[in-house]
């Protein structure tokens, strides 16, 4: 495969799994804010669900080699890192 070609797939994928972690952290954001609390069973169904998701994502790309296993660490470690922000702004209200 064309080398151009192999890092515009590589941009790609990260690009959208970046987009599908800012979705995850947004639809939480909307959850906390108007419809449950995070000790809610319904909240952590969702939370579970998408990050699940997510990492299945992340282990595709990296298995087709859009991607390394060090960056799909860092793209959920950045979105429980802002999950965790989150939550403690939640909690302190």
Not at 21 to 38: F, G, R, Y
Not at 62 to 67: A, D, M, P, S, Y
Not at 77 to 82: F, G
């Amino acid at each position: 495969m064309d080398t151009n070609i192999q890092i515009s797939y590589q941009d790609k994928a990260l690009e959208l799994l970046k987009k599908d972690a800012e979705k995850i952290a947004q639809l939480i954001k909307v959850q906390m804010d108007n419809l449950t609390m995070p000790q809610c069973p319904l909240y952590e169904e969702v939370l579970d669900t998408q990050m699940f998701g997510l990492s299945r994502e992340i282990d595709f790309a990296v298995k087709l080699g859009l991607l390394e296993k060090s960056e799909g660490r860092e793209i959920i470690a950045s979105l429980e890192k802002e999950l965790s922000i989150l939550h403690e702004i939640h909690t302190e209200k």
